[in-house]
């Protein structure tokens, strides 16, 4: 198969996860913050902002903060519109009660005039395997991954 194609998804996969590690890090951090003032704890000396809005308001603001992290652990996997127009994607994940990140599949389907590619990535942790699954014909996968390849190029470009 093709290395541009596996690379892609890849540093996509890797750069997912990296979103999901830093979104975890913040709603973290927030709802320590939110457990402190909650209790009714005077956080403007370490958190100037607090000093601002006050308590009430800086309870709002840090829910807020925790909603839109917990959208951002989700949204990291979708992939960038030009290349959702190609085909079809879906992700699922499936946390282990032991693993910090969820487990990972992405999979993204392809449909050309040669036959149907799909991509499927697999995480576990910060691992990263990406497969194929191409049509049985040699010569229609070989035809099918090329127009998956030339197409993912012209959307990447013409997204920049």
Same mark, same amino acid.
Request: no cysteine; hydrophobic share 40%; aromatic share 8%.
């Given at each position: 198969?093709?290395?541009?194609?596996?690379?892609?998804?890849?540093?996509?996969?890797?750069?997912?996860?990296?979103?999901?590690?830093?979104?975890?890090?913040?709603?973290?951090?927030?709802?320590?913050?939110?457990?402190?003032?909650?209790?009714?704890?005077?956080?403007?000396? =370490?958190?100037?902002?607090?000093?601002?809005?006050?308590?009430?308001?800086?309870?709002?603001?840090?829910?807020?903060?925790?909603? =839109?992290?917990?959208?951002?652990?989700?949204?990291?996997?979708?992939?960038?519109?030009?290349?959702?127009?190609?085909?079809?994607?879906?992700?699922?994940?499936?946390?282990?009660?032991?693993?910090?990140?969820?487990?990972?599949?992405?999979?993204?389907?392809?449909?050309?005039?040669?036959?149907?590619?799909?991509?499927?990535?697999?995480?576990?942790?910060?691992?990263?395997?990406?497969?194929?699954?191409?049509?049985?014909?040699?010569?229609?996968?070989?035809?099918?991954?090329?127009?998956?390849?030339?197409?993912?190029?012209?959307?990447?470009?013409?997204?920049?």
């Amino acid at each position: 198969m093709t290395q541009y194609i596996h690379d892609y998804f890849t540093a996509h996969a890797q750069r997912a996860i990296s979103g999901m590690k830093e979104s975890q890090q913040a709603q973290s951090f927030y709802r320590r913050l939110l457990t402190r003032l909650e209790r009714g704890e005077d956080l403007s000396a =370490e958190v100037p902002e607090i000093a601002r809005v006050g308590s009430a308001g800086a309870v709002e603001v840090v829910k807020q903060a925790i909603k =839109e992290n917990e959208a951002k652990f989700d949204a990291v996997w979708n992939l960038p519109k030009s290349v959702q127009n190609l085909g079809r994607q879906h992700v699922s994940m499936a946390r282990e009660p032991y693993e910090i990140l969820p487990r990972v599949t992405h999979t993204f389907t392809f449909t050309g005039a040669a036959g149907k590619v799909t991509v499927h990535t697999n995480t576990a942790g910060e691992n990263v395997a990406v497969e194929f699954a191409t049509p049985k014909n040699k010569m229609a996968a070989a035809a099918a991954v090329s127009e998956l390849e030339k197409a993912l190029s012209f959307a990447l470009l013409a997204s920049k």
